[in-house]
């Protein structure tokens, strides 16, 4: 893929994000679409799919979300292909972004590691020898 295509490609991703994001809050009447969040898209270079990378509040209840989405994905390209001025609107396939639970977690356990240190370093200081 040349660097042109490349860049066309990702315009057309970051678009697609954009308004879907706005799609959910305002067209679909579904609650859990006001808690997602779409962290990506990645067109495929045909156009004809496109992968949304999804993170939501509520964790719980993401694989009920991502079923709601997937089924809903037919209606959201029909309202996109009104917005964007593209010759093939893409298949929209909802998948879930583990990257920022990973990272939350990953935050935490270092947060309770330096917790941890903190606190044998104030046990060792209190039992120096004299």
Known sequence: MSHTSFNRMQRIADQIQRELAVLLTTK?????????????????????????????????????TLAALN???????????????????PKLHFIYDESISKADRIDRLINQAIQ?????????GEQTPK
């Open 116 to 124: 941890e240190e903190e606190a044998k370093g104030e046990n060792k």
């Open 71 to 89: 089924k809903a994905a037919g209606f959201l390209r029909y309202e996109l292909a009104h917005t964007l001025n593209l010759r093939i609107t």
């Open 28 to 64: 679909a009447h579904d609650p859990r679409f006001h808690t997602v969040s779409i962290t990506a898209v990645d067109v495929s270079p045909d156009m004809a799919n496109a992968t949304v990378l999804i993170s939501q509040l509520d964790e719980q209840h993401i694989q009920a």
